[in-house]
């Protein structure tokens, strides 16, 4: 496991406790404001819903940053594995034709006069 792979584990870890720890500071509030309400219900239901709306939007919002970071960071893998095998093609490439290159030409003998 790398430094980056553990990094990562800890964001997750840690963005998922601040929207479960937010989503149950939302429910608290909820249920204390619905239980002080004593009853008008239509003010409850506008505490259920607005609690709900901000429970789904907190956590949608949660999921959809975590989606498009673990996209980046998989594209961002993928392309430097692809330079890299390039950069390794073209060093195998190349390395017969220095050595060619390099060498000296093969000497012929002079010709014998008589």
Not at 87 to 99: C, D, F, R, V
């Amino acid at each position: 496991m790398t430094q980056d792979d553990s990094l990562e584990k800890r964001r997750a870890l840690y963005g998922m406790l601040a929207v479960i720890f937010t989503n149950l500071a939302i429910a608290g509030v909820a249920i204390f404001g619905v239980w002080r309400l004593g009853g008008d219900t239509a003010v409850i239901v506008g505490v259920l819903t607005s609690a709900f709306t901000a429970v789904s939007g907190v956590t949608t919002a949660y999921l959809g940053i975590k989606a498009v970071s673990n996209t980046a960071r998989a594209m961002s893998i993928q392309q430097t594995s692809q330079q890299e095998s390039q950069q390794t093609s073209q060093q195998a490439s190349a390395a017969p034709a220095q050595e060619q290159a390099g060498s000296e030409p093969a000497k012929t003998p002079a010709p014998r006069t008589p």
